[in-house]
């Protein structure tokens, strides 16, 4: 299985900016996708960006479509989320996952997971 430790949140204010970074160890060679998730206070956790491991092939929920930008440091084993233009709804815990065989949306589809960090934004 991969371990994965998330870094970079905090609070920055509307139209502000923050870059996540994931860190993964373990069984790397086995991850096919990567991807962040978030969950807002009261609400269920969805999907934000993914990544192909291999390609580099990126995906996007619609709403952070042109602010958000995921990317991954193979070599590295690092996964990243560059986020721009900050909004109040973007505020939640965001997490990084892998998954070894496929490409999904779904939370279901994803074994392995970090333990979140917190971003606030400001109004």
């Known amino acids: 299985q991969v371990q994965l430790v998330e870094s970079g949140g905090g609070s920055v204010r509307a139209g502000g900016s923050l870059r996540l970074s994931c860190a993964a160890s373990?069984?790397?060679?086995?991850?096919?996708?990567m991807a962040w998730f978030r969950q807002p206070p009261g609400k269920d956790r969805s999907f934000v960006a993914g990544?192909?491991?291999?390609?580099?092939?990126?995906y996007y929920t619609d709403s952070v479509k042109g602010r958000f930008t995921i990317s991954r440091d193979s070599a590295r084993n690092m996964l990243y989320l560059q986020m721009n233009t900050l909004q109040p709804e973007d505020t939640a815990v965001y997490y990084c996952?892998?998954?070894?065989?496929?490409?999904?949306?779904?939370?279901?589809?994803?074994?392995?997971w970090g333990q979140g960090t917190q971003v606030t934004v400001s109004s």
């Open positions: 996952a892998a998954d070894p065989t496929t490409f999904s949306r779904e939370r279901a589809a994803y074994a392995n």
């Open positions: 373990g069984r790397t060679f086995n991850t096919y996708t």
């Open positions: 990544i192909r491991w291999d390609t580099g092939s990126t």
